[in-house]
């Protein structure tokens, strides 16, 4: 009974950490079409502002919350402005461009902090289901990461900001028409992406190890993710993310977490060739 | 398989410039290096046929592929467990190319018949890199054995049997003869492309290229060709991968890391998509600076992640086209040749859809 728990537990937590990684592509990629293969460093930038303020004396949970989306919400901002915009459109151009980005950053943060393994503890200690000691801080997780995706939903469906920033990404040239100006919204659009992207990062830092090159562990799954879920960026990617994290979490809980991985990767191969639309291209197609 | 070949045409001299290029290093290569520098140029064989496999296939292919250096590594792979375990070079050399070219029809099948588009193409190729990566980096333990070669995990296998003449396990190639193996293979494999891309199939993958829904239109299965174009590339990385393990002795997971699939990129982004001399080049280029920022002290701070996303997004932002077609549009315009600077424009333009040197 508590092994059932506990690995009732476990898939949820898988869930909610593959969710957190994919919530700021879903707006950037799944929603701006735009290829940001810098996700993963904004995760580990995310990540690193996190520990660097929580050892500096600044709490852990105002270092989460605050701190790190704001960040890297700037950084996703300067990065939008200084090289991204000149790219939309273009896809595989933007692909390798921030990819160079991705580059730039690791090699950035490898010489101020050195190619070292950093981290913070979890806060909030353990309680007991059982014979098991359990993180009380990965079930708040799972609540974040619900409230999360709640908050992104309700904000592009039911505010005005977010039927602007849908309008734009349908038709910027309408949008233009109406009197908003598409490249600021574009900008705002994935300064709140990038944001997204860094309070996962500092979400995840307590149950992760931290090291420069920590990206590239999130990048591929959460492009996998996003695509697989299609063309409802948010419904899509909370769908794919239920299915991938059960999956990968079943893996690993039976075999080594690499396994895990490659399951993944093969299980989403598969959809794609069956579904190449994605998750929400077929099904669900109303969905934001 | 009908060729075009024109003597005439601007392309054809290239085309002869590059080899007799190419014949002259062979000759004179180990005349005119020493031991140590023929060493490193045999590493710069290798890697400008890996730059070439992703030359083909990005540039005429149109396939951005991030995961090259999979089948490169795959390669290298095949060939060291294959020589390890069978104590004769000629099947493992065939199997390095054998197995990453299977590999690539298979992993085709489910990209191009699947249809997913450059993102996810690229998306895919990255995530099979580093699962590869990952999974051999965790085989260090015992059980890991295939035949008689320990895999090893992150440590690598070292002590890799070199080539040996075939049929003669226990005569192997000395460095000169490595080198002019690895020089007539590249040599080879360079115009072996050319002609392929001269041929009825070049042409296709290149109109696949320029226009996919055209290309179907007129009645090509563009899923097939493309996986085959990408077979190909994947065989071409999978022999340098061969050639670079009989050069080192000795390969370990770092060849799946993103450090040597960015590298791949970069080769081709700074040579010129669509060239294949100009991404060899491009690998010779940065292999070079890549040795030269390790002797510098005064760099110590720069580390090889920063220097190459700095140079990929300057390229990107300032000389997408490469510095192939930068030159030679250059060239065209300065250099007092026959042709009037706009006559010689004109062809150029006309060029830039074939591609060819």
Redesign the interface.
Known sequence: MDTVALLIIEVLNGISSLALTCAGLAIIFGMMRV?NFAHGEFMMLGGYTTVVATNAGVNIWISMLILSPLVVGIIGILSERL?IR??YGR???T???T??????????V??IFGNYITGVSAPLGNFALGQYQLSVYRLVLIGLAVLLFVGIYLVFTRTRLGLIARGTMQNPDQAAALGISPPRVYMITFGIGAALTGLAGGLLAPISQII??VG??Y???A??TV?TGGTGAVTGTIIASGIFGTVRQLVTYET?P?IG??VL?IVA??V??LL?QGITGKIFRRSL | MKISLDLKSWNTHGLIFVGVLMLALLLAGPEVFDLFVLLKVILFISTAMLALSMAFIWGFGGILCFGQSAFFGLGAYAYAIGVINIGESTVPILLSVLIPAGFAILLGYFMFYGRLSDIYLAVVTLAVTLIFYAFIRSTSGEEYVIGNARLMGFNGISSIPVFNWPGFPNSPLWPDDIFYVAMTLLILVYFSLRILLRSHFGRVIVAIRENETRAEYLGYDVRFYKMIAFSIGAGVAGLAGCLFVSFNNFINPDVFALGLAAQIIMWVLIGGVGTLVGPMLGSLALQMLYNWLGTQSFVSFLNTYLVFGAIIIFFVLAVPQGLQPTARLLALRFLPFTRSPEEAEEAARARQGSGDD
């Open positions: 290829i090289l000149f790219f896809l595989v151009d692909l390798i461009a990819w160079g980005l991705s580059l730039l950053l690791i090699g950035i490898t010489a420069p090159t590239f562990t990048v591929a799954q492009f996998i695509i080594t690499i991985g490659v990767l191969v598969v794609l060739r190449p």
